[in-house]
């Protein structure tokens, strides 16, 4: 089946610490995004990718970092800068055309 | 302008009942609104999507109104049951430097009851 993986599900980051969420896709899609959700604030836009090894900065990306050395790989960084890291993350995938996402299940990352 | 505003921000309803979410956008150059529909500890999933071309859609129990010159959307849930509890999500985007744009509504926290 086609779809978007991402690992690990949960994650903890000691302060100061660097953490990479992984987020790999089958669908053959073109464009891939990092989306990071707090309660009450929707899906909130961190980076995106429309072709390999070029990538855009979203609406929040500071203290984030991306790579997309493959089609099927969009990985994000979450560095010691983020201030606020602890927040639900979400990887999808399109066309790059008129449609919709495919989300994946996201990775729920918690600051210690 | 490229808020999407949507409301209310939680809705409870009886089993059966037609619960509907609004959402309301300010560019008017916005050609695609999807809607997303996400359980707990999961990622959002399409739910169904219109284009302004059209006021309405159906798909299920599902259906899109849309209204072009109000600039206004909302999703209905008829016959709402209690698997339908989930976050919902409104969306609108727009191609902009060569790709989608999509914004997100803040999200619907939709409660069922049996």
């Known amino acids: 089946d086609g779809g978007i993986t991402q690992s690990p599900k949960y994650l903890f980051r000691k302060e100061g610490q660097n953490v990479t969420l992984s987020c790999e896709q089958n669908l053959n899609h073109d464009a891939m995004y990092w989306y990071r959700q707090d309660p009450g604030q929707g899906l909130r836009l961190i980076y995106y990718s429309q072709i390999v090894n070029d990538f855009q900065k979203g609406d929040i990306a500071e203290g984030y970092s991306v790579s997309r050395e493959k089609k099927e790989s969009f990985p994000l960084t979450v560095t010691s800068a983020q201030k606020n890291p602890t927040a639900f993350y979400l990887c999808?995938?399109?066309?790059?055309?008129?449609?919709?996402?495919?989300f994946g299940s996201g990775t729920r990352l918690t600051v210690v | 302008q490229q808020q999407v505003k949507q409301s209310p921000q939680s809705l409870i309803v009886q089993k059966g009942g037609i619960p509907i979410i609004n959402c309301a956008y300010e560019?008017?150059?916005?050609?695609?609104f999807p809607w997303y529909q996400q359980f707990p500890g999961k990622g959002p999933a399409l739910l169904i999507a219109i284009r302004p071309d059209v006021s309405e859609k159906k798909e299920g129990r599902f259906t899109i109104s849309f209204n072009k010159s109000a600039k206004q959307f909302s999703l209905h849930i008829m016959d709402s049951q209690p698997g339908d509890s989930a976050t919902y999500f409104c969306?609108?985007?727009?191609?902009?430097?060569?790709?989608?744009?999509?914004?997100f509504g803040t999200g619907t926290k939709l409660q069922v009851i049996p």
């Open positions: 560019n008017t150059a916005f050609d695609y």
């Open positions: 969306a609108a985007s727009i191609r902009s430097g060569g790709y989608q744009k999509v914004t």
């Open positions: 999808a995938s399109s066309t790059g055309q008129k449609d919709g996402y495919t």
